[in-house]
C-alpha cells in the first residue's frame, strides 16, 4: 500500500546525543525567562514529561550536572543560586544567530546608503567584460582564456581585448551600529510577547558582527521613561518594566554614541511597537498614552532630521498595524530620510539582517 508511515520521535535518532538535545531547547528557554536558570529547568522538566525528552539511563538530574561540568551554570554553594556563565551568554547568541539568519537565501531586499568608504574589499563570482581603466589585477585569467580558446580555436592560442573578464569585488564598509530597543510595557501587553523577539534579534545581529564584521561597532540602546545602553552580554536578561515610550530619549543616546565614534557609516536600528508616549523636561516626566501628542513627535521629528544631517540613517522596525502610528513612522522616516519596515515578529529579524548586510556591500567596477 502506497504512502507515508509515521512513527513517533524519539530523542537521540537525528544522531544528537541527549545532552546536545536538551542544551538547545534550554538555551531557547532561557531568552523567555530572561536569564532565569530555575525557570527555564522548571520548564524543561515540565516538557520532559509531556514529551519524554530524556530515557531511563539519562535523566534531568544527569543533564543539569553535565551543565556544571561542562560549564554552562554555576551554582553558588553559599545560598544555592544558579546562573548561568559567559559561555552560556555567547551560545544564547549563536543560537539566536542561527535561528534568524541561518537559513536566509540571497535577497536584493534592504539596500540602504553608505555615505563615505570604509575599508577592505572581498572578490566576489560575477565577471564581466573588460572596459577601459580596468587594473590588471581585476582580470580573471581562467575565465579569459577559456574565452580565446573558444574564439579563436586552440591551435594557434590568440587572446584579443574581447576576450578578457574582469572578476568583481564586493566593497565592504564598515558601519557603526546603534540598536534601540523598545521596553516600554506595551511591549508584552494584549497577551503577545514582543521583548524576546526582540533580544533574539539584538543577540543575533551582536553575534553576527563581532565574529564577522569585527572591525564595525554595535551599541545598544534600551528606552522605557529613560533611555541607557546595556552590554551584549547583558542581552538575555532584558525585561519589559512599567515604562512609557521615550523614543527622544532612546534617539539623543544613540546621537551622543554615534558622535563619539570616528567611523564615517552610521546608523540607527529602532526597534518598537508603539507611539512615543513620554517625552522628559528637566526632572518632570511629559507623559500622554492616550494619542500621538504634538509635543513629543514634534521633538521626535527635530531630531530626525538632526541625524539627516549628521548623515545617520535611522531605520524603524515598527511592530504595529494601526494606520494612525504608521502615518506618523512614514513622517518620521521621510524627515531622515531612513526606511521604515512594519515588521511582523516572525519575519523581523530577517529585515534586519537583509537590511544590515545589504549595507555592507557595494559593488567595484
Avoid at 48 to 57: C, F, S
Avoid at 99 to 119: M, V
Avoid at 324 to 345: D, I, M, P
Amino acid at each position: 500500500m502506497k504512502g507515508y508511515h509515521f512513527t513517533g520521535f524519539r530523542p537521540g535518532e537525528d544522531g544528537k546525543s541527549v545532552f546536545d538535545q536538551l542544551l538547545e531547547i534550554f538555551l531557547k528557554l532561557l531568552t523567555y525567562t530572561s536569564g532565569d536558570v530555575s525557570e527555564a529547568l522548571q520548564w524543561l522538566n515540565k516538557l520532559d514529561q509531556e514529551y519524554e525528552l530524556t530515557n531511563p539511563e539519562y535523566g534531568m538530574g544527569d543533564f543539569i550536572e553535565e551543565l556544571k561540568d561542562k560549564g554552562y551554570i554555576d551554582e553558588n554553594p553559599g545560598n544555592g543560586s544558579i546562573k548561568i556563565t559567559p559561555k552560556t551568554e555567547q551560545g544564547i547568541r549563536k543560537k539566536s544567530l542561527e535561528e534568524i539568519f541561518g537559513k536566509l537565501k540571497k535577497t536584493k531586499q534592504g539596500n540602504h546608503q553608505t555615505f563615505k568608504p570604509g575599508s577592505g574589499d572581498e572578490q566576489n563570482s560575477e565577471t564581466r567584460p573588460f572596459q577601459f581603466g580596468d587594473m590588471l589585477e581585476q582580470i580573471d585569467f581562467t575565465e579569459s582564456i577559456r574565452n580565446a580558446q573558444i574564439n579563436h580555436g586552440i591551435e594557434s592560442f590568440n587572446m584579443k581585448e574581447d576576450d578578457l573578464q574582469i572578476r568583481e569585488s564586493d566593497f565592504k564598509s564598515q558601519t557603526s551600529t546603534v540598536l534601540m530597543i523598545d521596553i516600554s510595557h506595551s511591549m508584552i501587553l494584549y497577551g503577545e510577547d514582543r521583548i524576546t523577539p526582540a533580544k533574539k534579534v539584538a543577540m543575533a545581529l551582536s553575534e553576527l558582527i563581532t565574529t564577522r564584521y569585527p572591525k564595525d561597532t554595535l551599541d545598544i540602546v534600551v528606552f522605557g521613561n529613560d533611555a541607557w545602553p546595556v552590554e551584549i552580554k547583558d542581552l538575555p536578561y532584558l525585561q519589559v518594566g512599567p515604562y512609557h515610550t521615550n523614543t527622544v530619549a532612546g534617539l539623543e543616546l544613540a546621537m551622543d554614541i554615534l558622535r563619539r565614534r570616528r567611523n564615517p557609516n552610521k546608523q540607527i536600528f529602532m526597534i518598537t511597537d508603539g507611539k512615543p508616549t513620554c517625552l522628559k523636561i528637566g526632572k518632570r516626566y511629559y507623559k500622554n498614552s492616550f494619542g500621538l501628542d504634538r509635543k513629543i513627535t514634534t521633538r521626535c521629528l527635530n531630531l530626525a532630521a538632526q541625524c539627516k544631517k549628521l548623515k545617520i540613517t535611522i531605520t524603524t522596525f515598527m511592530i504595529a498595524s494601526d494606520p494612525y502610528l504608521q502615518r506618523f513612522v512614514n513622517e518620521f522616516t521621510e524627515t531622515n530620510q531612513g526606511k521604515a519596515f512594519f515588521a511582523s515578529l516572525d519575519h523581523l529579524g530577517a529585515f534586519i539582517f537583509r537590511d544590515f548586510e545589504s549595507g555592507k556591500r557595494k559593488t567595484v567596477y
